[in-house]
Nanobody, 127 residues
Framework: QVQLVESGGGLVQAGGSLRLSCAASGRAFSSYAMSWFRQAPGKEREFVAAISWSGGNTHYADSVKGRFTISRDNAKNTMYLQMNSLKPEDTAVYYC????????????????????WGQGTQVTVSS
C-alpha cells in the first residue's frame, strides 16, 4: 500500500515555473514506477510524464517535452515535476500515481496500470 500526497501547485503567469512534489508513504517506494497525469476542466485525464523506479528511464508527453522534467529521490520517498515555460494550456489538476514495478526500467503511459493516486494539486497558468 502506498499513500501519495502532491504539493507545489499554484497560480503562475505564462512563461513561469513551478515544481510539484509527490510525497509517498507506505511500503517500498523505490519499487514503484511513478507518473504524473493531469486533468483540465471538461477534459479527460492525460499522461504527462513517467519515471522508472530506478530513475534511469523517463518518458514525456509531446506537449511537455523540453519544458517539464520528472525526477525522484528514493531516499526521500519523493517524486518531482519541474515545470518551466508554462503555458495557459498547462492549467489542470495534476495527479501523481504509482504502479508496482518488477524491473528497474518499467513505467507505463496507461493510467489504468497505476494502482495508487494522490488527491491532486491545482496548477493555473494565466496569460
Amino acid at each position: 500500500q502506498v499513500q501519495l500526497v502532491e504539493s507545489g501547485g499554484g497560480l503562475v503567469q505564462a512563461g513561469g515555473s513551478l515544481r510539484l512534489s509527490c510525497a509517498a508513504s507506505g511500503r517500498a517506494f523505490s519499487s514503484y514506477a511513478m507518473s504524473w497525469f493531469r486533468q483540465a476542466p471538461g477534459k479527460e485525464r492525460e499522461f504527462v510524464a513517467a519515471i522508472s523506479w530506478s530513475g534511469g528511464n523517463t518518458h514525456y508527453a509531446d506537449s511537455v517535452k523540453g519544458r517539464f522534467t520528472i525526477s525522484r529521490d528514493n531516499a526521500k520517498n519523493t517524486m518531482y515535476l519541474q515545470m518551466n515555460s508554462l503555458k495557459p494550456e498547462d492549467t489542470a489538476v495534476y495527479y501523481c500515481a504509482a504502479a508496482r514495478a518488477f524491473t528497474g526500467t518499467y513505467y507505463s503511459l496507461n493510467q489504468y496500470e497505476y494502482h495508487y493516486w494522490g488527491q491532486g494539486t491545482q496548477v493555473t497558468v494565466s496569460s
